[in-house]
Nanobody, 123 residues
Framework: QLQASGGGLVQNGGSLRLSCAAS????????MAWFRQAPGKEREFVSA????????YYAESLKGRCTISRDSAKNTVYLQMDSLKPEGTAVYYC??????????????????WGQGTLVTVSS
């Protein structure tokens, strides 16, 4: 089970750190990712981390403004987001894939999902 948290209301240009805590089993041997879904839009890829943590992927629009990381001791993955923009308003979901150890930008390659945490960026 994945539990996402850390969302909230932030001003344009502000920062947030999202957390995704795993329970019931450890996911530190699997690739994990963050996706987001804005109102009326499809879910889109944000960032992914390979099983080893050695490879990271970011959506082009977010490169340089967010960092994905993992704390294996806490069985938690983080997404640090800086310089947030109003278009970043969305529900953010974490996910894990048991099949693609390098991670993926495709949502259908992920097997377990958290419930989502809402991020609202005010203009």
């Amino acid at each position: 089970q994945l539990q996402a948290s850390g969302g909230g209301l932030v001003q344009n240009g502000g920062s947030l750190r999202l957390s995704c805590a795993a329970s019931g089993r450890t996911f530190d041997s699997y690739a994990m990712a963050w996706f987001r879904q804005a109102p009326g839009k499809e879910r889109e890829f944000v960032s992914a981390l390979s099983w080893s943590g050695g490879t990271t992927y970011y959506a082009e629009s977010l490169k340089g403004r967010c960092t994905i990381s993992r704390d294996s001791a806490k069985n938690t993955v983080y997404l640090q987001m800086d310089s947030l923009k109003p278009e970043g308003t969305a529900v953010y979901y974490c996910a894990v894939t048991m099949r693609y150890y390098s991670g993926s930008t495709y949502a259908d390659r992920y097997d377990y999902w958290g419930q989502g945490t809402l991020v609202t960026v005010s203009s």
